[in-house]
């Protein structure tokens, strides 16, 4: 087993009030995301575990495309990865953003 720590800066806070959300499911090629808001607004942690070792190069480009993309700040992502591709891996990183949008009633 691999992990993997990124920290990025993101340009805004990623919008919503949702405190925590899910997203997939650990199987083979694809991941599970927890996503907590935790974080200073201008910061962005991914924290990966993964069986597939060798990998720190693609995910360190993964993680930087997601952050430019999405800038998620104040959100801590924890990935428990199944051997995903990495459009798998972006796709459920944006689900998991695209959750913590959402306001909370």
């Known amino acids: 087993m691999e992990s993997l720590s990124f920290q990025h800066a993101a340009r805004r806070r ?3 009030t949702w405190q925590m959300a899910i997203v997939g499911v650990v199987a083979s090629g ?5 996503v907590e808001r935790v ?8 924290e990966i575990r993964t069986a597939a070792a060798g990998f720190g190069e693609v995910w360190t480009a993964v993680a930087a495309d997601f952050v430019e993309r999405y800038s998620p700040g104040g959100l801590r992502f924890s990935v428990n990865d199944g ?9 459920r990183l944006a689900q998991a953003a695209r959750l913590m949008e959402r306001s909370e009633s």
């Open 14 to 16: 990623a919008g919503g």
């Open 39 to 46: 974080l200073p607004n201008s910061e962005c942690q991914l």
């Open 83 to 91: 051997g995903a591709r990495p459009d798998t891996v972006l796709l």
């Open 30 to 34: 694809n991941l599970e995301v927890l």
